[in-house]
């Protein structure tokens, strides 16, 4: 793919950083690691516009998605999200539990 050389201004802490991914090893230069970083956000940008159009089109079908609505399924999500941890962590007290059998 053809390159074109850019003067951008960043702040001093993002470019910090990317030098020091840089040299960790993270990318081979400065610019592969911008790169990188624009492919990610042009990435997400076509997600959120992907999801957009979604949205548009269940609006058009049901009508506007309310607050209400939106509300239900965030306490929803914290819901689900509670009883994975739950979950998470009683499977790891269960393996806990035996380890110290095992050993003991």
């Given at each position: 793919m053809p390159?074109?050389?850019v003067t951008i201004t960043v702040e001093v802490d993002l470019l910090n950083h990317a030098q020091a991914a840089v040299q960790a090893?993270?990318?081979r230069s400065l610019s592969e690691w911008i790169g990188q970083?624009?492919?990610e956000q042009m990435?997400?940008?076509a997600r959120l516009a992907a999801m957009d159009e979604l949205i548009a089109e269940f609006e058009a079908e049901h009508g506007p998605i309310t607050d209400e609505q939106i509300a239900e399924?965030?306490?929803r999500d914290r819901?689900?999200?509670a009883a994975l941890r739950?979950?998470?962590e009683r499977k790891l007290a269960e393996r806990q539990q035996l380890q110290a059998q095992?050993?003991?």
């Open positions: 390159k074109q050389r090893g993270a990318s970083a624009m492919t990435a997400k940008d399924t965030r306490q819901d689900a999200a739950a979950e998470g095992q050993a003991g």
